[in-house]
């Protein structure tokens, strides 16, 4: 079986490539990556003509919730939901029930990634730091690596304790493995349901400080230049946050950061009348935030974007303000709301967009991901966007369990409208249309 | 669309001025024995999620002089400990063909999410840190009484608003009527960030409430001492009492006010509060009535029992914007 993908607009930020031509997919390898061939033996010929292909997308923080809360999502919605939204690969994090922090969890994970009921995209799992996420004693970082983890963290329970933090770091380095840091200082954050502002204030609700988030990302930024140990902030949420990394990238440390798309569009303004679909972790900030997070994406400060698919299930949303859980449904929103607020923009170019969304993710966790070029990844992973389609966001309509998104009934222009890994996996009925035709 | 009392935010000054008119004649007529009109047939559930003696019987007085039955809700005893959610809750009400909700509930914006679901008026008797309105009401009623208007005064709600619902309920309702109302309490008390809230923020006493023709009091829980909110309770009285000495610091003829329960001798002492300045008591008896105007006018138009025949309220649609 030969794909034929024919006069789409190529963007390969791995190899800086941004042209129109055409891509073929032998079976499940890509074998040409180019400008237009005169002549394709193939059995599909997609007319790609006025969208996007990129290297598949990578997320590089997602919750699938398996094992221990199947009824918010399991691996096989959470991978439907993947491959609906555009990603070929998802970084799954280690805060289930039992937390991932033993390699018999890693292979389970990876089983059921691997079952044909499930969407097909590669899940990379993240292992816990700690026992049982106990924040005290270590996982078996050696043992978790072996059996497949790409990354480790703390997302969930931050560690608060610099000393337990810092052996980590000790051990991820020496077994060159990046640390996922979530950033939040606890004695600050307790009881905090929203940013800690003017809305709080204004609704009586406890606030989550800025400061919260900036004093453990400037810790981890400290203790990463300290020990060497690469460190991934996860989504950033405050301007100070994103300064404090810019600094330590400037010292020399190897730290990286992502953003989700809830903390580059949406503001604290939007909980309303204590509208659960907004509240995330950490929290919607302020306009400041936003525009020093979108001047962060463009200079190359914040590194690359992550969903932060955090699905819940509808009867916990619908739950006092303080009471309901935090976070949101982003798989199917995020290349929806990255091109509507970063690309048409003009914050990122198109090269820019898709190296925060593939090459850079695939970078950072060291993944056989992020690159359009044959026999670099181990099966073919290409993503076709169509930048200019509008399009109305529906939870009611995605593949994952979690409904719960500040994005729904909003106008998006841009889509993730086929997903390949290895053969075909998702392909949007608007994309459909007349666009692909058998040969021969 | 049912008429819910949530919070004076959300009103309008005329809104306002409509129910303290109300809440006015009530009083005339009921301390006169002439007769109010009557919601004979509904039956208003009281849901009171949180303790409270003050504001529970001062709404089944309010409902008792209209002829409104009530259905007590013991939150201890009910569903809630079972593990139901508070939508179930509600839904579950609406089906018992309540009425109409009195709530009263820890969170901030539960009895937001509960209209949202009940289907019919749902009165906030308070919910977590967010609104009082009837405490308002009743604040702006008795000031009323004693000043001749809400114009232009100068109102210093004194203590530890950053925790308080009666702080920014008066705060709102005040404003919107043209007073000029301060916050005045140590930094760790006040909200962080007063942006969105009506009111200037003062840390001294003494500037705080110059001037001021009312002080209102707040009551100083004594667990704020514990995560290091305040030093001490001496501290707190010695820099921010209204006693003997501080109330001069007011104007002469100022309104001394505390929504209860007081803590004598931390907020206030038995000088101030006792006082001819004082309009404690008043702000208790006003309560009965402003809590009558919110009842009848929540009320006003819906047909007992005939609520539970509407169609359902689409959840889906309401949770979100």
Redesign the interface.
């Known amino acids: 079986m030969r794909t034929l993908l024919y006069n789409g607009r190529i963007l390969d930020p791995s190899q800086d490539l941004d042209l129109v031509g055409s891509v073929v997919i032998d079976d499940d390898q890509l074998d040409y990556v180019g400008p237009n061939l005169p002549e394709v033996d193939a059995d599909e010929v997609y007319d790609c003509t006025g969208l996007w292909i990129t290297p598949g997308l990578v997320d590089p923080h997602v919750h699938l919730r398996e094992p221990g809360q199947e009824y918010k999502e399991t691996i096989v919605t959470g991978t439907q939901a993947a491959a609906a939204g555009g990603y070929t690969t998802v970084c799954c994090m280690p805060n289930t029930n039992p937390p991932l922090d033993n390699p018999a969890l890693v292979d389970f994970i990876l089983d059921r990634a691997a079952s044909p009921e499930a969407g097909g995209v590669f899940v990379a799992p993240v292992g816990a730091l700690t026992r049982g996420m106990s924040e005290e004693q270590l996982t078996d970082l050696a043992a978790l690596k072996k059996a497949g983890i790409v990354a480790a963290s703390d997302e969930g329970r931050p560690i608060q304790s610099a000393a337990v933090m810092t052996r980590a770091m000790e051990f991820c380095v020496q077994l060159n493995l990046p640390v996922m840091a979530h950033c939040q200082d606890a004695s600050l954050a307790a009881g905090g349901s929203m940013n ?12 989550i ?1 800025r400061s919260a988030e900036e004093i453990v990302v400037m810790r981890n930024c400290i203790l990463s230049l300290h020990t060497g140990c690469q460190v991934h902030v996860m989504r950033v949420s405050t301007w100070g946050a994103v300064e404090l990394v810019r600094q330590a990238k400037y010292l020399g440390a190897p730290v990286t950061c992502d953003v989700a798309p809830h903390h580059f569009a949406l503001t604290e303004e ?1 909980v ?6 907004f509240k995330s972790d950490p929290p919607l900030r302020t306009q400041l935030d936003v525009d020093l997070i979108l001047q962060a994406l463009n200079d190359g400060t914040i590194d690359c974007i992550s969903s932060d698919h955090s699905p819940h299930a509808s ?1 916990e ?7 309901a859980p935090m976070g949101h449904a982003g798989l199917e929103s995020t290349v929806g709301a990255t091109l509507t607020y970063l690309y048409h923009t003009k914050v990122l170019t198109p090269l820019q967009t898709i190296e925060k969304l593939s090459t850079a993710p695939a970078r950072i966790l060291r993944l056989e991901a992020g690159t359009l070029r044959p026999g670099e990844t181990p099966v073919a992973q290409v993503t076709i966007l169509n930048p200019d389609l509008e399009w109305t966001f529906d939870v ?1 309509r995605t593949f994952s369990k979690g409904k719960n998104s500040p994005f ?2 909003m106008a998006f222009k841009g889509k993730a409208v086929a997903t390949f890994c290895g053969g075909e996996i998702y392909r949007d009925a608007r994309f459909d249309d007349g666009r692909i035709r058998q040969v021969g | 669309m049912s008429r819910h009392l949530l919070g004076i ?1 959300h009103l309008e000054p005329e809104q306002i001025e409509h129910l303290l008119a109300m809440a006015k004649e009530f009083k005339k007529r009921v301390s006169t024995g002439k007769p109010v009109p009557s919601l004979q047939g509904h039956v208003l559930g009281m849901l009171f999620f949180e303790n409270s003696t003050r504001t529970r019987v001062s709404f089944e007085q309010a409902a008792a002089y209209l002829n409104l039955r009530t259905a007590n809700f013991a939150a201890q005893a009910s569903s809630m400990a079972k593990g139901e ?3 179930d809750t509600v839904l579950t009400l609406r089906f018992e063909r309540l009425d109409g909700l009195v709530m009263r ?1 820890k ?4 009895p ?2 509960a209209a949202r679901y009940f289907g019919g008026p749902v009165v906030n008797a308070g ?5 009082h309105p009837t405490q308002a009401l009743a604040d702006a009623l008795t000031i009323l009484e004693r000043k001749g208007t809400l114009e232009g005064l100068v109102v210093a709600i004194v203590g530890d608003v ?1 925790h308080s ?1 009666v702080a ?1 309920s008066n705060a709102w309702l005040l404003s919107k009527m043209g007073a000029e109302v301060r916050f005045v309490g140590p930094r760790t008390l006040l ?7 009506p009111g200037q923020v003062f840390h001294d006493l003494a500037s705080g409430i110059a001037d001021a023709d009312v002080v209102m009091c707040l009551r100083l829980q004594k667990e704020r001492m514990d995560g290091g909110i305040i030093g001490s309770i001496g501290e707190y009285a010695k820099l921010y009492q209204i006693n003997r000495d501080t109330v001069r610091l007011a104007k002469k003829d100022c309104l001394v006010m505390h929504p209860g329960p007081l803590n004598r001798g931390i907020e206030l002492d038995d000088v101030a509060a006792d006082s001819e300045l004082s309009a404690i008591s008043a702000q208790v008896e006003n309560g009965i009535f402003v809590r009558m105007a919110a009842l009848a006018w929540v009320f006003e138009g819906v047909t007992p029992a005939r609520r539970v025949e509407q169609p359902a309220p689409k ?2 649609e309401k ?3």
Do not use: I, W, Y
């Open positions: 800690d502002g003017a809305m709080s204030a204004m609704l009586g609700l406890k606030g400080p939007m309303g009348d204590f509208d659960t679909n009867h949303v619908h739950a006092p303000f303080a009471e009611g729904q009934g | 935010r959610t508070l939508k509930h969170e901030s914006g539960a937001t999410l919910d977590g840190q967010h609104e950053d619902r920014r909200p962080s960030h007063t942006g969105m809230l959840a889906k949770a979100k914007k």
